[in-house]
């Protein structure tokens, strides 16, 4: 996949705050996906980008694919202490969607 | 469905040892790959497989053999163990139709 560069690397909350990082690339993206890893967990897949200007949301989770295809964000409404983990949004190359290459990843912290 | 699964969970080797790090998934996907995830970089992707028989390099490579005499199972090896290959291995599997990669619970190797 196509590298991409995250940020910002951490971000501090208090509860009921938004929240957004963003994913960028020098290059077009076929694709952008979104991974929400809790502290000491794994990646848990969130959703697939592939439309340019594609938006999609899930309950206060909004997903964005830039019109030109080379960014992505992922804005959360309202963040609840459910939230805390690290977001990573992640490029699958070419027609193979096993070769991911991930951004560095957001920490995201949520002060109750 | 146990989905992925890996063993052990947590390792310690000394320098130059070898051992094999196993992964198994029970869904039938023919798409595995390995990742490593270290502190700041976010996962980089080591080998993958698009089906038994199938290997391929990733980013990261070094180090590192994979073998995929099955659908299901795609073990790691790591020849001759080093300090750098300390890292938490994330071996993940592919659904593709929407892309959607599932990762297993993630092995902690410590090498000292």
């Known amino acids: 996949g196509q590298q991409v560069m995250q940020i910002p690397q951490y971000q501090h909350v208090q509860e009921g705050e938004d929240f957004t990082t963003y994913c960028n690339s020098s290059?077009?993206?076929?694709?952008i996906q979104w991974y929400k890893q809790r502290p000491g967990g794994h990646p848990v897949f969130l959703i697939q980008?592939?439309?340019?200007?594609e938006v999609k949301k899930q309950k206060r989770l909004t997903f964005q694919f830039g019109e030109a295809k080379k960014n992505s964000s992922l804005h959360i409404t309202a963040t609840q202490t459910t939230d805390v983990g690290t977001y990573f949004c992640?490029?699958?190359?070419?027609?193979?969607?096993?070769?991911?290459?991930f951004g560095q990843g957001t920490i995201l912290t949520v002060h109750p | 469905n146990a989905g992925v699964t890996q063993t052990p969970k947590f390792q310690v080797l000394k320098t130059g040892q070898s051992m094999t790090l196993q992964c198994a998934q029970d869904?039938?996907?023919?798409?595995m790959s390995w990742y490593r995830q270290d502190p700041g970089m976010g996962l980089r992707l080591i080998h993958y497989?698009?089906?038994?028989?199938?290997?391929d390099q990733g980013e990261v490579p070094n180090g590192y053999n994979v073998s995929r005499s099955t659908t299901e199972d795609f073990p790691l090896r790591l020849l001759s163990a080093a300090p750098s290959q300390t890292s938490v291995y994330f071996c993940?599997?592919?659904?593709?139709?929407?892309?959607?990669?599932?990762f297993g619970p993630g092995t902690r190797l410590t090498v000292t």
């Open positions: 992640a490029n699958a190359g070419g027609t193979s969607y096993g070769k991911l290459t």
């Open positions: 290059t077009t993206l076929s694709n």
């Open positions: 980008l592939v439309k340019s200007g």
């Open positions: 869904m039938n996907h023919e798409y």
């Open positions: 497989s698009v089906g038994a028989g199938i290997t």
């Open positions: 993940a599997s592919l659904r593709t139709e929407g892309g959607e990669q599932y």
